[in-house]
Nanobody, 115 residues
Framework: VQVVESGGGLVQPGESMRLTCTATGFTFSNYVMSWYRQAPGKERELVAGITSTGIITDYPEDVKGRFTISRDLRRKMIHLQMNSLKPEDTAVYYC?????????WGQGTQVTVSS
């Protein structure tokens, strides 16, 4: 299973960014895909997750109302739409795929929010 993130970069506070995660190499229909992030000096934290049936995990309070996860079932792809970005959203964003009780991580994509 290969997991690849894309869409990171540098944005100014208040701007938006969309991240994409593509998973390949498996054919099972039941899986969970999630976004995590890790800021410097902090632990990796769950940002949002979505199952293949469309169930979405609750967003942490600090991103609720600003971040939205969505999926493209056919292409085994998920997106993270991030609006009203803040400097504290600066982190490496990782995608994780869980299938058959195994977890696969992408290499991460850097998101920097700075003026």
């Amino acid at each position: 299973v290969q997991v690849v993130e894309s869409g990171g970069g540098l944005v100014q506070p208040g701007e938006s960014m969309r991240l994409t995660c593509t998973a390949t190499g498996f054919t099972f229909s039941n899986y969970v895909m999630s976004w995590y992030r890790q800021a410097p000096g902090k632990e990796r934290e769950l940002v949002a997750g979505i199952t293949s049936t469309g169930i979405i995990t609750d967003y942490p309070e600090d991103v609720k109302g600003r971040f939205t996860i969505s999926r493209d079932l056919r292409r085994k792809m998920i997106h993270l739409q991030m609006n009203s970005l803040k400097p504290e959203d600066t982190a490496v964003y990782y995608c994780k795929v869980r299938v058959l009780s195994r977890e696969y991580w992408g290499q991460g994509t850097q998101v920097t929010v700075s003026s």
